[in-house]
């Protein structure tokens, strides 16, 4: 018998001795007293009821109506009680207590796998350390250039975008997948915001570093064979023994990030010691900010990150900040191509701020990029429409955390007991160790018993007049949870605002957006991507009608 099949039977084995354990371990967890909804078969879950955002708001609503805000939900198996809460008091605790709550170890062995132990997946001193030295890196005095890289990246999108228009011979508009190109944009800024390198993806896909980072995350959101994958969780040592073809796919590209990213590091450590004779070296990459982070003479030399943390934390900017920026874009688009009069509104607030500056904008200078986007940053309509849509469709749909020690958690609100009767006078309950929390991001931005009936519906109009209980919520950015809350919340939420409304200012007065007639559909893959209903195995995309605005 193959070795690869004897491997696969011990793990197998190891996996039914775990779930037994847990299972005997099952009958006496006091989360078992939380109310939940019943599961019709023995394997039956609610992953999809929580993760799938075409269903998870519904879904969500009904759970809170039967079963209060605490309650218990089934995971992968009989075996696998989950916390979810919609509380907020719990949903604090829960972020707030790092060293309690941590993030799973499949979810950390499996980005660690990819891109190395960088923040997403470092737990305890080790990501303290790391925050601690990467944080100034995101101070607003540090992102000048990054709205310099930002605009001249949305110029190249614009022209782009032109030149397919003006190829169209039968029409003025051209049907455009948007989610692509801004992609490609995004991870262009993230390429040279991030450590000074130009993929120059817009142009040209044939950059082996851009490559590398591609095939690494397709990888990382692709659905491999499902008995390899439970394997692999278990007996990680099999990737090594039995390569295949995405082993081997990451090993190439990690490789490919190795030497061009480790020749980069080695090139800003010796522009920063050379500059201390001869002056500072001004690089304004994250790279580079984090060499000089680490250097700073208040960080004790063993809190200090080694290259191989610093390659992983840019690795980790990448992975988590490209992906991300660009789907919100795409998103904001595709509401707006929805919502022609909203669309419509913003251009002209848009327009209102565009005659003070040249009208060719590839001809603004540095000092003019700055002012246009202090300008951009006041405009009422432009920072509502931008968090209604990340209210909306957030793209971190929700997150995991597994309790490591019993706890007491606090609610806000009554929980429920397991037969409906609601215990007014309880106000908290026990996570035993080893609870898997679910973190419902999306569900907390959609509560209608929060922010109204209209929850559901894009309506930036409604940040101007923000129900009561919506300003009880101070979470990371502007009461919702788009960058999740608390000392692991998104350090890239003040990157990610600059591009995202650089981008929206070039995109409205050049271009009008307009629906096609395929439906375009949310799915969480890994984030809340856009397919086309019923060809999700055509991959993510997201087609819109684009035409040239001409304001005549
Ligand atoms: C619209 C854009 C973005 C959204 C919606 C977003 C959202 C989030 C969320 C929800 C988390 C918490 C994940 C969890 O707890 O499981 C997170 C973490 C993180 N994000 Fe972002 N993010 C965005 C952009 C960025 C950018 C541009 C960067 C970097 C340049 C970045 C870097 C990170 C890092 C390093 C973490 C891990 C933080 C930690 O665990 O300490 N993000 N982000």
Known sequence: MPLVYVLGIVAILLYACSCFRTLVGQRSNVLRSLPGPPVTRWFGNHLQHVLDPFVSRKAHEIFVQLYGRTMRIRGLGPWDERLLTLDPVSFSHIVKNTVIYQKPWQSRRLITSLIGCGMLSAEGQVHQRQRRVALPAFAAQNMRSLVDISFRKGIQLRDAWMNLIRSETKSTCARIDVCQFVSRTTLDVMGLAGFDYNFNSIEDETNEVFIAYRDM????????????????????????????????????????????????????????????????????????????????????????????????????????????????????????????????????????????????????????????????????????????????????????????????????????????????????????KGTVVHLPFEAFNLDKCVWGEDAWDFNPDRWNNLPEIVQQCPWHFSNILTFSAGPRACPGLRFSLIEMKTLYYILLTNFVFKETEDKVVPHNVVLTRPYLSGKFEEGTQCPLLVSRFSAT
């Open 217 to 432: 995350f397709e990888v990382a959101v692709s659905q491999s064979p499902r008995f390899r994958s439970l394997l692999l969780m278990y007996l990680p040592t099999i990737n090594r023994l039995f390569p295949d073809k995405t082993v081997r796919t990451v090993q190439q590209s990690r490789e490919v990030i190795h030497r061009v990213a480790g020749r980069l590091i080695q090139e800003k450590k010796r522009k920063i010691s050379e500059g201390e004779k001869s002056g500072p070296y001004e690089g304004a990459d994250l790279l580079t900010l984090l060499l000089k982070s680490n250097a700073a003479t208040d960080i004790p030399p063993e809190q200090r990150l080694s290259d191989e943390d610093i390659l992983s934390n840019i690795n980790t900017f990448m992975f988590a900040g490209s992906d991300t920026s660009s789907l919100s874009v795409t998103w904001t688009l595709f509401l707006l191509a929805q919502n022609p009069k909203i669309q419509d509104r913003l251009r002209t607030e848009l327009l209102s701020v565009a005659h003070e500056f040249p009208a060719d904008l590839s001809h603004l200078t540095e000092d003019q990029i700055q002012t246009l986007h202090t300008t951009l940053c006041a405009l009422p309509f432009l920072h509502n429409v931008t968090r209604e849509s990340l209210r909306l469709i957030p793209p971190v749909h929700s997150s995991l955390r597994v309790a490591t020690q019993d706890n007491e958690v606090p609610t806000m609100y009554p929980i429920y007991e397991r037969d409906g009767t609601v215990n007014e006078r309880r106000r908290s309950f026990i996570v035993p």
